[in-house]
C-alpha cells in the first residue's frame, strides 16, 4: 500500500512540475512586432538631351617648340663676352652667345685671300692680250676686292675659253678654298637664331673648346609644346586644331593651345597616340607638369551622368510612377569619374543619386527639397 502511495505522488509531483514548466513558457511568449514597410527617398533630376563635349583628360610636361643644343664645330679658347655664359641669361634675336678665339684661323684666312688676290693680278696681262672684251670686268673685280671683307663673287664667264684660262690657273680653286674658310671663321660664333634664354651652360671663359664638344642648351620662350599620349580607342575623336585646356595640379594655374600634330602610329606597348598641344603663354616654362583637357568633339542628343550611376557600365535607374526601373542606355565615352549616354528620352525621371540597395520594382518617392 505504501510503495502504491508513493508512485500515485510522484506521478502527481511530475505532473505539476510539467504544467509548471508550461506556465512559465506560456507567460515569456510575446507577441511579434509588426514593422511598416520603409519607403526610400531617391533625388531625380528630369532628362534633358543637348550637345555633349567630349572632353578626353590627359597629362604631359611642357618643352620648348624651338630648342636646339649649342656644339662647337671648331677649337679654341672660349673669350668673355658682354654677357654671362650661364643658365637663365637671355639673348635677342642675332645677338653673339658665344665667342670662341679665333685669331689663328683668321691669319690663315687673310694668307689665302692674299694669295688669291695676287693670283688674278698676275692673269690680268693675259687676260688683256688673250680676252681685251672681259679685261674691265675683271679690274672691276680687283678695284672693289676688300681683304677685310668677304670675298664678292667671281665675275660671269661669257666663253669656254675664258673658263678653261681661269680654271687652269687654278682661280676657281683658290676662290672656294677662301669661302671655305670664310665659312669656317663664322663657325667660331654662335649667334642667337631667335629670343631666347640660355637653359644649361656647360663651359666657361677660358676654357678649350673642341671640335664636336657641348656647349650647352638655348630655348625659345615664346612658344612651347606638349606631348600627351591618348588611348587609341579615342584616335578617332582626335582633331586638329582644337582647342585645349590645361590647368597646374593645383589648378591655380590655367592655359590654352591647341592640337597642332597627331601621329599617325599606336604605340605598340601602350597601345597610346601621341598628339602635341602648342602653347603661348609668358607664365610657362619648360618642364612644366601640366593637366589637358582635349575637346575632342560633340556628341548631340546625350547626356552626361556620373558613372557611379551606370549599372554593369550599360543601365540606369529612372523613376516611372513613384517606382524604379531599369533600362538600357548607350554609353559613348566614359572619363574618370563620368560619362557620356544615349538614349533616354526628355523628361525622363532620371536618378540624380546612388541609391544603395536599389532594384527594380522597388517603391521609392521623390526628394521634393534641394538635392
Given at each position: 500500500m505504501r510503495k502504491i502511495t508513493s508512485i500515485i505522488l510522484g506521478v502527481v509531483l511530475l505532473a505539476a512540475a510539467v504544467f509548471?514548466?508550461?506556465?512559465?513558457i506560456d507567460s515569456?511568449?510575446?507577441?511579434?512586432?509588426?514593422?511598416?514597410?520603409?519607403v526610400k527617398t531617391v533625388f531625380v533630376e528630369p532628362v534633358k538631351n543637348h550637345d555633349v563635349p567630349i572632353i578626353i583628360t590627359t597629362s604631359g610636361n611642357v618643352t620648348a617648340k624651338n630648342k636646339i643644343e649649342l656644339y662647337s664645330e671648331v677649337q679654341g679658347v672660349l673669350e668673355p663676352a658682354t654677357k654671362d655664359f650661364k643658365a637663365g641669361t637671355t639673348y635677342n634675336k642675332g645677338t653673339s652667345i658665344l665667342k670662341i678665339n679665333s685669331d689663328e684661323f683668321y691669319a690663315n684666312l687673310q694668307s689665302q685671300k692674299s694669295n688669291f688676290y695676287n693670283s688674278i693680278t698676275s692673269i690680268m696681262p693675259d687676260i688683256r692680250l688673250d680676252y681685251p672684251n672681259e679685261y674691265n670686268k675683271w679690274q672691276t673685280y680687283l678695284q672693289q676686292f676688300?681683304?677685310?671683307?668677304?670675298?664678292?663673287?667671281?665675275?660671269?664667264?661669257?666663253?669656254?675659253?675664258e673658263k678653261y684660262f681661269i680654271?687652269?690657273?687654278?682661280?676657281?680653286?683658290?676662290y672656294y678654298n677662301v669661302k671655305n674658310l670664310e665659312v669656317k671663321l663664322s663657325k667660331y660664333?654662335?649667334?642667337?637664331?631667335?629670343?631666347?634664354?640660355?637653359?644649361?651652360a656647360l663651359v666657361t671663359p677660358g676654357s678649350l673648346v673642341r671640335a664636336g664638344q657641348k656647349l650647352g642648351e638655348f630655348i625659345d620662350t615664346d612658344i612651347y609644346e606638349m606631348e600627351v599620349a591618348v588611348n587609341a580607342e579615342f584616335a578617332d575623336l582626335l582633331k586638329l586644331d582644337n582647342e585645349v585646356t590645361l590647368h597646374n595640379?593645383?589648378?591655380?594655374?590655367?592655359?590654352?593651345?591647341?592640337?597642332?600634330?597627331?601621329?599617325?602610329?599606336?604605340?605598340?606597348?601602350?597601345?597610346?597616340?601621341?598628339?602635341?598641344?602648342?602653347?603661348k603663354d609668358e607664365n610657362l616654362r619648360e618642364g612644366m607638369y601640366l593637366e589637358a583637357n582635349l575637346l575632342a568633339r560633340s556628341e548631340h542628343d546625350a547626356i552626361e551622368v556620373s558613372r557611379k550611376l551606370l549599372v554593369d557600365n550599360k543601365q540606369v535607374y529612372v523613376v516611372r510612377d513613384s517606382v524604379l526601373d531599369l533600362i538600357d542606355v548607350e554609353p559613348v565615352y566614359f572619363s574618370i569619374d563620368k560619362a557620356v549616354i544615349k538614349g533616354i528620352e526628355d523628361e525622363t525621371l532620371l536618378l540624380a543619386?546612388?541609391?544603395?540597395?536599389?532594384?527594380?520594382g522597388m517603391k521609392v518617392k521623390q526628394y521634393e527639397g534641394k538635392k
Open positions: 509548471f514548466a508550461k506556465y512559465l515569456k511568449t510575446k507577441p511579434k512586432p509588426k514593422f511598416d514597410k520603409v676688300d681683304i677685310n671683307k668677304p670675298t664678292p663673287k667671281l665675275p660671269e664667264l661669257h666663253s669656254e675659253q680654271s687652269g690657273r687654278g682661280i676657281n680653286t683658290a660664333s654662335i649667334r642667337a637664331p631667335y629670343s631666347g634664354v640660355l637653359t644649361e595640379l593645383d589648378k591655380s594655374k590655367s592655359f590654352v593651345g591647341k592640337v597642332v600634330r597627331i601621329n599617325g602610329r599606336v604605340d605598340a606597348a601602350s597601345q597610346t597616340i601621341n598628339a602635341y598641344i602648342e602653347l543619386k546612388p541609391t544603395p540597395g536599389a532594384y527594380q
